[in-house]
């Protein structure tokens, strides 16, 4: 017994501080799933992406939230941008952390439809992802309101004005507990009345974001408790995942998918830094579009507001353009329904997992959906782009077939008859069938990035529907090309997966990181801490962040990855 325990004592000496209270909290015996060597892929941790996001935005929120004034929003937002130390750095992020996380919700949903991550056991995880998207565009939606420009004013006015104009029993009523006194309240004289509306838009905001923090650790304990999606490869039935007994063979949550997560987090939040501070200093030198802009747009109720067109927040583009759809017989869409096809729209979505029941995880099994699914994500995009260039403007029958009618069938046909979405043998690359760079692919790569970036540009300054159509096949272009880059990357001649850099180089790359990041931080002291210059400095720390979270990827990929 005595030589048991002195073995035990020695082993725990061995054992240091950090571990000694890892052990004691049992990370390693904590029901967190386990992850095979192929999922260490972004494509597989878009939901971490989305939570990187969210705390970021939170932190940020807290921090904007000490100082926020109701009484007077628009005069105190500006504070917090020209006076508050690094207030511009702090309110531009968590504009566009918001705005960041948006996106990446849609790229998870859509994602994760296409490779059956909806289909049982893991149906009540879609359901609530599906809600958390609800939930984020509404958190949005307020937080949006908050600075009190003509913008954000003028998004209350459209979303109380179509709840009115449904008709429905007790709009009004809704109306009074989501705005308070309205956005009359704007313009009162009395701080008091002003206070109240801000009040009310704000306490929205938190409650909805509090819903987000309480729904999505739920969602965090679905997805623990079957794991991420194995590839379809790995297993094409349902239900698709990981038994206990496979897991125990796979990585565990500590300390590689935490190193490798930690790494994600880092250059997720650089990247929300880097964006609006660098689209603030652009602004400067070219007027860039309102609805992209980083810095609010006039106050509201004032001469500079008068000559700003009324849109909503770029999220909602979609559906101020559907407003503007016109009936067959010329009459303007009613609110009643519009309000009713968004509701039918999303119990739809949410239940996706009940109406889609085939037993293949591949997307051949279900064409109907894959086309509707791609017709709703290409109906987002292509609205919210009408909805800016035509804002206001009545959109005919024959408009809404050019737009959506003609590629609703472009997409029934490219599912219905493309061999990309029929199930083959799985088989082994020889050399010959993996990618290669050469010449000709870099330069073809090359040639149709630059006509992308180049039609982007001109779409941006001179925006057109001929604009807008060209934009996509380049698109595809730009896709095909660059995933036969990565693949050649990714990719050696025996068909092994490898890294674009050596072992070697990464051993040599993370000290260097750490040598310009000290650099980085010694210039971060010394740049403008008040005002819009302080972007600058907000630009600095997000390229901090972001080869911070490299470095620990390249980490990662020493210590863990083999070969």
Known sequence: MEERQEKKEEEQKKVGFFDAILDRIGINEAPLFRTPDYMYNVSYWLGGLVAASFAYTVITGLILL?????????QQTQTIINDIPYGAVILFSHLYGAYIMIILVYVHMFRNFYKGAYKKPRELQWVTGVLLLALTLGASFFGYSLVGDVLGINAVDIGSSLLIGTGFPGATTVVGWLFGPGIDAVQSSNPAVRAEFFSRILGWHIIMVALIGLLFVFHLMLAERYGMTPSAKEKPKVPAYYTKEEQEKFNQWWPRNFVYMLSLVLMTWGVILIVPDVLANLNSIVSLPIVINPFPAPQAFTPAA???QPYPPWFFLFLYKFVDFLLPNGVPILPSMVIAVLIIGLVILMLIPFFENSNLMYISSRKFWTWVMSLLAYSLVALSIWGYLY?????????????LGIPALILAIIIGLSDKFKRRKEKVPTPTQIPKITPTSILGTSVVTLLFAGTFGDFIIRPSLLGLFSLFPLGILVYHFVSKMVKAFNNNNSGTVTYPITKKMALVAIPAIFVITIFLFALFLELPSVGVQSTYAGIDLGVIFFLWGYA????????????
Do not use: E, M, R, S
């Open 391 to 403: 804002p206001g403007v009545p959109a005919p029958t024959n408009d809404q077939i050019l737009v």
């Open 306 to 308: 008068n000559n700003v």
């Open 552 to 563: 620990i990827n390249l980490y990662h990929y020493l210590v863990y990855v083999k070969g």
């Open 66 to 74: 000490l100082l926020y004034n109701p009484a007077n929003a628009y």
